[in-house]
């Protein structure tokens, strides 16, 4: 785990994408998904990336995940570039059930971890420790389709945690949870995020699920995918949701995305010492 004490100065960031363009193949020539999109992750963010569909959230994400290479610009993690998927990146999606049902929740978890190599004790023994994390202690030995959605969504996490990646990549993936089970993943993820500190690339196309979620959040227009601004949210937890300076971010992230004036850029630099020092909501 990059777990990594708040007094360590970090000199470089985890992950950065500069002037990230992609490019999909059309009948009529290309579609271009993201158009020059940069930013930064630094160890222990829970970055996220918002924005309408169609805006190259999913793109991006696949790029960092090494599964899809830029036409322009280049991806960087701790000082390497991406060309290829990795175990140091791993990703989350919403499709759950890509859980192979004939496996316990506890064999799940250690699947990937034994394909990669690492010996049976050590992987029983950090997929104990991740579902014991995620309140899946007691399930360990269940076959998924006995599980709820929102405990489908924890194996996932706990799975991926396991793997001990430098970057947890999540696309949407409470999305397609009911509106509690959502609340209530995103408590949960918070509560880990404390304890384990792990960095993280979150996707989502909802605002409120971006303030309560992230530390930072990219802003992004769709068609082609570009930044809009950049902002802090680490103020921002599930117990403000609801809170006049929440409803604040919240209109204001609105109107970065969707007002008339359309093309209002907002973006800054990170700091030496990893504190964004970016148009913060005020
Ligand atoms: P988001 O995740 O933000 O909804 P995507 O990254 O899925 O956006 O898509 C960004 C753009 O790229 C969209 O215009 C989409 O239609 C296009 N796109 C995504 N995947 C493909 C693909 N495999 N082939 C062609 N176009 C694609
Ligand atoms: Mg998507």
């Known amino acids: 785990m990059n777990v990594l004490p708040f007094q360590v100065i970090q000199n470089e960031p985890l992950l950065r994408a500069h002037g990230v363009t992609i490019e999909y193949p059309a009948p009529q020539g290309t579609v271009r998904a993201t158009h020059e999109v940069s930013f930064e992750v630094w160890r222990g963010d829970r970055f996220v990336l918002l924005g309408p569909s169609g805006c190259g959230k999913s793109t991006l994400l696949k790029a960092v995940g090494g599964f899809i290479a830029p036409r322009a610009g280049s991806l960087v993690l701790d000082g390497k570039p991406i060309h290829k998927p990795g175990p140091d990146r791993i990703v989350v999606f919403q499709e759950f059930d890509q859980l192979p049902p ?52 924890r194996v996932a996490i706990a799975r991926a945690l396991a793997m001990q990646p430098e970057i947890l990549l999540m696309d949407e993936p409470f999305a397609a949870l009911d509106a509690l089970t959502r609340r209530r993943m995103q408590e949960e993820l918070q509560a880990l995020w404390e304890e384990a500190r792990f960095t993280m690339l979150f996707v989502t196309h909802s605002i409120e699920e971006a303030l309560v979620v992230g530390n930072r959040i990219l802003l992004l227009s769709p068609h082609p995918g570009r930044v809009r601004a950049e902002i802090n949210s680490h103020q921002f937890g599930l117990h403000s949701a609801g809170s006049p300076e929440f409803q604040t971010a919240t209109n204001r992230i609105h109107h970065l995305l969707f007002g008339p004036e359309g093309g209002a850029v907002e973006h800054g630099h990170a700091n030496d010492a990893g504190v964004a020092a970016k148009a913060v909501l005020s």
């Open 102 to 153: 004939w496996k316990t929740v506890r064999q799940n978890v250690m699947f990937p971890l034994l394909a990669g190599g690492t010996s049976r004790k050590e992987a029983d023994a950090r997929a104990r420790h991740w579902l014991a994390k995620v309140g899946l202690g007691r399930f360990e030995d269940a076959y998924p389709h006995t599980l709820s959605g929102g405990m489908k969504a």
